[in-house]
T-cell receptor
Framework: GAVVSQHPSWVICKSGTSVKIECRSL??????MFWYRQFPKQSLMLMAT?????????EQGVEKDKFLINHASLTLSTLTVTSAHPEDSSFYIC?????????????FGPGTRLTVT | RKEVEQDPGPFNVPEGATVAFNCTYS??????FFWYRQDCRKEPKLLMS???SGNEDGRFTAQLNRASQYISLLIRDSKLSDSATYLC?????????????FGTGTRLTIIP
């Protein structure tokens, strides 16, 4: 299979602090990882696309200085929410695309629920 | 206009019934189409890809009409375990990566 993990699965933090979320592909190498955000009763929205060893590409309206993405290896990408505020509370989901596949299929992590108080 | 539009529901359907979901998309250049299911507070999981020729996987049938930019999903003999939110997803190649655009989902509850 193709397993993607995220850590932590949930986090509560105070306003103004930073939170780091990890996304790992456990049994495959991922050329590309994607970060999504989902607010209650809304669809998943792509935040950024991250290719290993290069800078992430952010979607329109997503602040790159607030949502720092690092993709230092073929199995790990991190998303850091800097100076988090209550409006950043959301479900953050990553996905990974296999390096060894001709398919573009994305494998999703279980998500991280962030609550900022 | 949203890129991917779905009827949000909810659909409350008795067990054993047939239920159909529809979806429209705005970008005529979109290349790939999928249905995902998402359980409450979980990540989305791929249910099936959608092709113009139509495809079937057990009780699930998906259809794509490129001319109308319309995608459908049919679930026959619905089970309690089918209760979930069904997401219509459209993919476009973007600088060598496949960008997924999700609909808001249609919530389905199967009633015993």
């Amino acid at each position: 299979g193709a397993v993607v993990s995220q850590h932590p699965s949930w986090v509560i933090c105070k306003s103004g602090t930073s939170v780091k979320i990890e996304c790992r592909s456990l049994d495959f190498q991922a050329t590309t990882m994607f970060w999504y955000r989902q607010f209650p009763k809304q669809s998943l929205m792509l935040m950024a696309t991250s290719n290993e060893g290069s800078k992430a590409t952010y979607e329109q309206g997503v602040e790159k200085d607030k949502f720092l993405i690092n993709h230092a290896s073929l199995t790990l990408s991190t998303l850091t929410v800097t100076s988090a505020h209550p409006e950043d509370s959301s479900f953050y989901i990553c996905s990974a695309q296999r390096r060894d596949s001709f398919s573009y299929e994305q494998y999703f992590g279980p998500g991280t629920r962030l609550t900022v108080t | 206009r949203k890129e991917v539009e779905q009827d949000p529901g909810p659909f409350n359907v008795p067990e054993g019934a047939t239920v159909a979901f529809n979806c429209t998309y705005s970008n005529s250049a979109s290349q790939s189409f999928f249905w995902y299911r998402q359980d409450c507070r979980k990540e989305p999981k791929l249910l099936m890809s959608v092709y113009s020729s139509g495809n079937e996987d057990g009780r699930f049938t998906a259809q794509l009409n490129r001319a109308s930019q319309y995608i459908s999903l049919l679930i026959r003999d619905s089970k309690l375990s089918d209760s979930a939110t069904y997401l219509c997803v459209v993919a476009n190649l973007n600088f060598g990566n496949e960008k997924l655009t999700f609909g808001t989902g249609t919530r389905l509850t199967i009633i015993p």
